[in-house]
């Protein structure tokens, strides 16, 4: 029996794969599984191929994964144009489509899979259902009945799905599904291929994704506006904010462009509201300005930037890791803004409070590199527990400090107390031009000086804060990963996966990528000889900002992808086993 479950799908747009993969990963939650549901698509606005993996596990899963065990093909050229994406390799189980007229022995891959099975999909969705658009649903009778996954809760999925488009529809759709079944059923692969079920007495999880819980983690935060511009793959941020936002007394603003998005968040945080933005690539080099007067003004706002492949309009579709250099240099000026990342879709909630919290703290715009694949993959996690998280409210001046009150007062800390319009005595001055204590206008060097110091140096106990860094390994070992964002959890798979190989190696995972935490980087280097830093970038990004900032050990290099080239746990293994060997024979 199957432990780990990989299952890759792709077709033409209109062929329903998404919708089979999110009515698959519905039904796997209701039993209990854990899962993550990755999908993918040409730009097109319509048509085109697109593609979805599914990856189950009885345990909680860290990554999309690698070679499929399952390749379901509806149409051959749509499926290879995902190449890497959806790789096929010895042990993988091929189900394509019969009437795409290939012959088993003849099917257009460089590997020769497990078995292979053409199946009369289309034949089978007309005589059930009347329509070629209940294929999908064929495929989900294939996949329950070959592989032994959730067969009554797809079912009742479905039932819930067509409820309201009239009994015909249902009817049919439930037809299409029972055809599968049965197909599977009286053709049975060669072999145990069921996947192990699911721990008895599991309750139900949570089906979401990234967006949405980042969506959810502001609203938990107390974000009160929100202003932005619609952007993929960023823009359902928005979206579910717009639904619940005034729920909890905030307001929403769709702008006409970038630029006035994030002027209204700087606007509203001067007013006194805790507010965010967000975007992608394109999007942060339009706001980088307007984020420096939020800088200089020392406002606190939260930018979400959602990375996509680039640059300019690059692979809106794709995900990609190449945006850290935008983040962290695109300010003008001496200026330094946090920059989080998530790991997991999972972690998306809790980054979005912290990048709340050191906003509000420090009085700071703070980014929050995300990613196309944790912002729109499906799933499935435990219930979020808030109880786990504290809130940071921004220092507001005392009636004492409102006699006079000096609004960038030069404190021990750096930080000084923010007032807001309707603050009796709290009038100051917020323009984008160096002031001095008061507000004031001001071209004095030596005011320029004292500011940058208060601006900058007010973020070094940040640095300090090493439970924004997960450590796992050796503390003693030689050998070193660092990774970070969706690509992290590949790392953690691959590590763990060497440890249990008596691979002798450690793991760092930062979600502060800026400022440079240099104290942890210098600690976690101190018993390496070998390190590698993953992540999904052309450049290499991290690696090169760690090698600014840290003395590095000698062999410090890159395993590093331009985006929709995916970065498996086995690519990773490999380099650790290597590193592992020439540093023994050394």
Not at 275 to 303: H, I, N
Not at 324 to 341: C, E, K, N, Q, Y
């Amino acid at each position: 029996m199957l432990n780990d479950l990989i299952i890759g799908m792709a077709g033409s747009g209109g062929d329903g794969i998404v919708s089979a993969g999110e009515s698959l990963i519905s039904a796997l939650a209701q039993d209990g599984y854990y899962a993550i549901l990755t999908k993918s698509f040409g730009s097109q606005i319509r048509g085109g191929e697109s593609s979805c993996r599914l990856r189950v596990a009885s345990t909680p899963v860290l990554n999309p994964g690698g070679t499929l065990t399952v390749a379901v093909v509806l149409n051959w050229e749509d499926f290879l144009r995902f190449g890497g994406e959806l790789p096929v390799g010895p042990g993988t189980v091929v189900i394509y489509e019969q009437k795409t007229k290939v012959a088993p022995d003849a099917i257009p891959l460089a590997v020769k899979p497990a078995i292979v099975r053409a199946v009369p999909m289309a034949e089978l969705a007309m005589k059930s259902a009347g329509t070629l658009q209940a294929k999908n649903n064929v495929v989900l009778g294939l996949l329950a009945g070959w592989f032994g996954l959730a067969r009554q809760s797809i079912l009742e999925g479905l039932r819930k799905k067509f409820a309201k488009k009239g009994a015909e529809i249902l009817q049919g759709n439930e037809r299409a599904y029972a055809a599968g079944l049965d197909y599977a059923d009286k053709n049975p692969l060669e072999g145990d291929w069921h996947f192990n079920p699911p721990q008895a007495g599991v309750g139900k999880r949570l089906i979401t994704d990234g967006n949405e819980l980042c969506a959810s983690a502001a609203l938990f935060a107390g974000c009160k506006f929100f202003g932005g511009y619609p952007i993929t793959p960023a823009t359902e941020i928005m979206q579910h904010l717009q639904r619940d936002i005034w729920k909890h007394g905030g307001s929403l603003l769709q702008a006409e462009d970038e630029i006035a998005g994030i002027a209204a968040v700087v606007g509203a945080s001067f007013a006194g509201r805790k507010a965010m933005t967000a975007t992608s690539g394109p999007g942060l080099s339009l706001k980088s300005e307007v984020m420096g007067l939020a800088s200089l003004a020392e406002l606190p706002l939260v930018c979400v930037n959602v990375q996509r492949g680039g640059p300019s309009t690059g692979l809106p579709t794709k995900s990609e890791q190449a945006d850290l250099f935008a983040a962290a240099f695109s300010a003008h000026g001496d200026t330094v803004r946090p920059i989080l990342a998530p790991i997991s879709v999972e972690d998306m909630f809790g980054i979005t409070v912290e990048a709340f919290n050191i906003a509000e703290q420090y009085q700071t715009p703070v980014i929050v590199l995300s990613d196309q694949e944790i912002a729109q993959r499906k799933d499935i996690v435990d219930p979020v527990d808030r109880s786990r998280f504290k809130l940071v409210e921004r220092l507001e001046p005392t009636a004492a400090e409102m006699v006079d009150y000096t609004r960038f007062r030069l404190t021990e800390s750096g930080i000084s107390p923010l007032s807001h319009p309707g603050m009796k005595g709290g009038s100051y001055l917020a323009a984008g031009i160096e002031h001095n204590e008061h507000g004031d206008p001001c071209s004095s060097g030596e005011m320029h000086e004292q500011m940058n110091n208060k601006r900058l140096n007010k973020l070094n106990p940040l640095k300090q804060r090493r439970d924004l860094f997960l450590l796992e390994g050796d503390p003693t070992a030689e050998v070193g990963v660092i990774s970070w964002g969706s690509i992290a959890g590949v790392a953690l798979e691959a590590v763990r996966t060497a440890r249990a190989q008596g691979l002798s190696v450690k793991l760092l995972i930062p979600k502060l990528l800026y400022p440079v935490a240099e104290e942890v980087y210098q600690d976690f280097f101190k018993s390496l000889r070998r390190c590698l830093v993953v992540e999904q970038s052309h450049q290499g990004q991290l690696h090169r900002i760690i090698r600014m900032w840290v003395n590095t050990p000698a062999e410090f290099t890159s395993l590093a992808k331009s985006g929709a080239n995916p970065i498996t746990p086995d690519d990773v293994l490999r380099r650790i086993s290597a590193m592992t060997r020439a540093t023994a024979s050394a």
